[in-house]
């Protein structure tokens, strides 16, 4: 779930540029055949850019990525299993890389799939509810551990010219992901016992894909929401002809 936060990195990715083209790697031309491959090494070469920041750009260390509050809600009724995680902290995420560029010069379109080996959680929760028939009201500490994290994400601008140059505007943005491998857990449960812990524990890592499922769309609408702003704003300060050449 924290996965998405790979997608902060990617958004600083395609988006920052100062006019030192050494930090892409070279600028990209549309003329290129395989303007996408080039696309693929000169965002990369950002991403390694802007793991410690880039405060000359207005951005901060990439780790860790903090989401306020995420729900889940498991079956209906009085008796149904809720769950709110908040002052969620992941870590890993500036570790991943874009293995995949796609884009469309003319519409201004470009996709990026990216991979991450390994991406932690912690977050604390507060649940209600009968999880494995037992009542599992109360609250403790998060962990969770994401192997294989794969993500998409999607964005298109729309060009306009300030003090003769070429900027982007942000009109739409898009993300997906994937984890392969998930471990999660609870500890530390407030008012509880070994029995609810263990509980809690077999269950979350029997069903750690159907949670995730679960957590997603409200992850990917916050995350979105987070990105849309901040690619926004670096677009803005940003010139696309710095990293987009005729």
Same mark, same amino acid.
């Not at 500890?187 to 524990?201: G, R, T």
């Not at 901040?230 to 005729?246: E, G, K, N, T």
């Given at each position: 779930?924290?996965?998405? *936060? ?9 988006? @920052?540029?100062? +006019?030192?083209?050494? %930090? ?23 991403? =390694?850019?802007? *793991? ?12 860790? %990525? ?19 995680? *908040? =002052? ?9 890389? %874009? ?9 201004? #379109?470009? #996709? ?7 991406? +932690?959680?912690?977050?604390?929760y507060r649940s209600s509810g009968i999880l494995l028939l037992v009542r599992a009201s109360g609250g403790g500490d998060y962990w969770g551990e ?19 140059? @070429?900027?982007?505007?942000? *009109?739409?943005?898009?993300? =997906? ?14 008012? +509880? ?10 269950? @979350?890592? @029997?069903?750690?894909q159907e949670l995730l499922k679960e957590m997603k769309p409200e992850l990917k609408r916050d995350l979105a929401e987070k990105m849309s702003r901040?690619? =926004? ?14």
């Open positions: 779930m924290e996965t998405l *936060k790979v997608v902060l990195i990617f958004v600083a990715v395609i988006t @920052t540029s100062t +006019s030192n083209t050494n %930090i892409f790697g070279g600028r990209c031309s549309r003329e290129d055949p395989n303007v996408d491959e080039c696309l693929l090494r000169s965002f990369n070469s950002l991403i =390694d850019y802007l *793991k410690r920041g880039a405060p000359e750009m207005g951005i901060e260390e990439s780790e860790p %990525i903090v989401i306020d509050e995420l729900s889940i809600a498991l079956g209906s009724g009085p008796d149904g299993y809720r769950a709110t995680f *908040k =002052d969620i902290h992941a870590t890993g995420a500036s570790n991943m890389t %874009i293995t995949n560029v796609r884009s469309d010069l003319e519409t201004h #379109q470009f #996709q990026l799939t990216l991979f991450g080996p390994h991406i +932690s959680a912690r977050a604390r994401y192997d294989g994290v794969k993500a998409k994400v999607y964005f298109r601008g729309e060009p306009y010219q300030r003090n003769g140059r @070429t900027f982007l505007r942000l *009109k739409q943005l898009k993300l =997906d992901f994937s984890v392969r491998d998930i471990q999660m857990g609870v500890e530390n449960l407030q008012n +509880s016992n070994a029995v609810l812990e263990a509980a809690l524990n077999l269950f @979350t890592n @029997t069903n750690a901040y690619l =926004d704003h670096i677009l803005q300060h940003i010139p696309y002809d710095d990293w987009i050449v005729d």
